[in-house]
Each structure stands twice: as C-alpha cells, then as structure tokens.
Nanobody, 125 residues
Framework: QVQLVESGGGLVQAGGSLRLSCAASGSIFSINAMGWYRQAPGKQRELVAYITSGGSTYHVDSVKGRFTISRDNAKNTVYLQMNSLKPEDTAVYYC???????????????????WGQGTQVTVSS
C-alpha cells in the first residue's frame, strides 16, 4: 500500500511563498498521476492541481499563475510551489494519487487509496 507524507506547511503572511512536499512509498509512484488537494475549515476537500506520469499539469483557476505542481520520480516526491499566497489559501493540504477526469467539462481527479495527515497552511492578512 502506498503511504503519503506531506510536509512544508506553515504560517506565512499574505504575498509570501511556501513549498509543499509529498513523499510517497512504493514503486508505483512513477506510473500514477499525483494531485494536491486542500480542505479549509467547514468546506469540502477540493483539488488544487495534478500532474500526470508524463508530466502534464493542471491547476484550478483560483491558483493558476501562483501555484506550480512538479514531481521528481527518482525521489518519489511531488511538490507544490505556492507563491503570492492569499488568506483564502488557508487550509490543510493533502496529496494523493489518482485518475484525472473530465465530466461535463469539469476537470478533476479521482483520488485512490488512503489520505495522509496533510500539512497545514495558514496565510495571515
């Protein structure tokens, strides 16, 4: 079973930057699409970005131009570089492997397996 460990969160002022990391165990990492999700207090978990095994990426509109997802298959690690952070980015951030989907024109990713503990990102105004 693939285990995922997120790190890199913290408290930052608006306009600041953070780089999240997600280390995955298991040899299947390189063949899976990987995604970053977030869950703000009182809200459902939502997709932030994903990257396919071939390196194609998707970022939701609210983070496009500010966040960048990348992966290092040799290290079984996926990253999320977050710049120009806003208070509304405050959430617990999770990573997971999954399958990209497009239903009725809406792009998302269906996550597989268990969720890790996530990493808290807090952006102060």
């Amino acid at each position: 079973q693939v285990q995922l460990v997120e790190s890199g969160g913290g408290l930052v002022q608006a306009g600041g930057s953070l780089r999240l990391s997600c280390a995955a165990s298991g040899s299947i990492f390189s063949i899976n699409a990987m995604g970053w999700y977030r869950q703000a207090p009182g809200k459902q978990r939502e997709l932030v970005a994903y990257i396919t095994s071939g390196g194609s990426t998707y970022h939701v509109d609210s983070v496009k131009g500010r966040f960048t997802i990348s992966r290092d298959n040799a290290k079984n690690t996926v990253y999320l570089q977050m710049n120009s952070l806003k208070p509304e980015d405050t959430a617990v951030y999770y990573c997971n492997r999954g399958a990209p989907t497009r239903i009725a024109g809406i792009i998302s990713m269906t996550a597989f397996g268990s969720w890790g503990q996530g990493t808290q990102v807090t952006v102060s105004s």
